[in-house]
């Protein structure tokens, strides 16, 4: 057996060093003070004051194992700086620093220095695990800043009211069997008219955030459901600076019963969305002003306004999905630019979409493809409406089965779209529509008898 060490107030661990179990008020924490030493808490709990300061600091180190800690009431329960070779593993970090309920929308674009509280920060550290970690019940569990060839797995981080997990300029990292459920919170806006709970559910908080050129990671069998949004990835900030999180890979994990969305991924290229569900959300997937992506093999089902949703967005290919009982299989439109054209020029409208080999079952539209709308379902003002070059152009539409909807196929301003080889039958007002279309194809389709308007 190691010799047991009672832990000190802002002691300094400068080797192999097991704690005694225990209750230990270290309103300073622990510092790890050396390379290639394990800090074995054994269980013992480290306890802060009025949620300030860090339990656990380790900064410039390499080859340190943290382990068995239980942490509470510190601003950071484990806080981490350039260091390399971490190994973060069976800790329970509960009860950091947390922003008070129903007062803001939340900052997805904090820089390191400003950051949330939460159970773990990680500031420029590289090829590092962090595994089987309870992060539960605080604002925030995993904030990763700066960080690359992290492998992040089975941790715990549900129950928070900011992000469960956060990457910000985090790259080339592994995030497997983690939960991230009920990261959710109220934002109150309003007590107009005597409403008080008029305001926003969600307010931005998450699963996971993946911020500010956060790129090829891979994401694996994760759960993040009933958060605010599932999984947020965005790529423009506030400022219109270029910051796109492109190549990442999202593979069954789940994202469903979110008020919001279950994926959202903005202002990125080359993601790549396989094998997910996204059921029972306002939107399964919202990827405004993103190119070339793949969505390949999803399930969406019962989402109120649609299961893929996208403003904006060219070279898509959206292949092999389930599409059941959603307001909207696919709703795809365009608008104005704006401030965006500037950081985005090619986004100016939706064009050369694949959509194959998907089924279409008891949508209100299976697919929908229109101009000059807003969020895709309400027609813009006329002087709202975009030029010529902002219509929607060179769409595929091939190889699906679109059955049992209210109106299969709709087409508004869109130009050049091929619908071929698909099977359109038995959708109630119509298996096709289209309003002012130029050069539609349509060749090749089964059942479409009596239903083309």
């Not at 807003?374 to 010529?388: K, Q, Y």
Request: glycine content about 10%; some cysteine; overall charge negative.
């Amino acid at each position: 057996m190691p010799d047991l060490t009672v832990p000190k107030d802002g002691m300094i661990i400068q080797e192999n060093t097991t704690l005694a179990p225990g209750v230990y008020h270290l309103p300073n924490g622990i510092v790890i003070g050396a390379d290639n030493i394990t800090l074995d808490c054994n269980g013992a709990l480290l306890v802060g004051s009025n949620r300030e300061g860090r339990g656990i600091t380790c900064a410039g180190r390499s080859g340190v194992t943290i382990k068995g800690a239980r942490i509470r009431d510190y601003y950071h329960g484990i806080y981490c700086r350039d260091c390399k070779n971490l190994s973060i593993v069976r800790n329970e970090v509960r009860s950091t620093a947390e922003v008070e309920a129903n007062t803001i929308f939340l900052d997805i674009w904090l820089p390191a220095e400003q950051a949330y509280g939460g159970a773990v920060l990680l500031w420029n550290v590289v090829d590092s695990i962090i595994e089987d970690n309870d992060l539960q019940h605080q604002m925030n569990g995993l904030l990763t800043y700066n960080c690359s060839r992290l492998q992040v797995r089975r941790n715990n981080a549900s129950y928070s009211s900011g992000f469960g997990i956060h990457l910000f300029e985090t790259c080339d990292s592994t995030f497997e069997d983690n939960y991230a459920d009920y990261c959710c919170r109220w934002n109150k806006r309003s007590d107009d008219l005597g409403i008080q709970q008029l305001g926003h559910m969600g307010a931005d908080a998450t699963g996971f955030l993946i911020v500010h050129n956060s790129c090829r990671n891979v994401f694996h069998r994760n759960f993040a459901r009933l958060g605010g949004d599932g999984f947020f990835l965005a790529g423009l900030s506030p400022q219109m600076e270029k910051v796109p999180c492109n190549d990442n890979l999202f593979e069954e994990n789940d994202g469903s019963l979110s008020p919001n969305i279950a994926f959202e991924a903005t202002f990125s290229s080359g993601n790549v969305f396989r094998n997910n569900r996204a059921d029972r959300c306002n939107y399964g997937f919202w990827l405004g002003f993103s190119w070339d992506c793949v969505i390949e093999n999803n399930r969406m089902v019962h989402n109120r306004q649609a299961g893929i949703a996208v403003e904006n967005g060219h070279g898509m290919i959206v292949r092999g999905n389930e599409f059941h009982s959603n307001g909207h299989g696919v709703l795809l439109w365009t608008r104005k630019p704006g401030d965006f054209l500037k950081a985005y020029p090619e986004s100016v409208t939706s064009f050369n979409w694949t959509i194959e080999q998907n089924t279409f079952i008891r949508n209100g539209k299976a697919i929908y493809i229109g101009a000059d709308r807003d969020h895709g379902i309400r027609p813009l003002p006329e002087e709202e409406r975009g030029a010529e070059e902002q219509r929607p152009h060179d769409h595929v539409i091939r190889g699906n089965r679109i059955e049992d909807n209210r109106i299969g196929i709709e087409l508004y301003r869109a130009d050049r779209t091929i619908i071929e080889n698909n099977t359109i039958n038995r959708n109630v007002e119509a298996n096709i529509r289209q309003d002012d279309c130029i050069d539609t194809v349509i060749r090749n389709n089964l059942g479409l008898v009596g239903g083309y308007l």
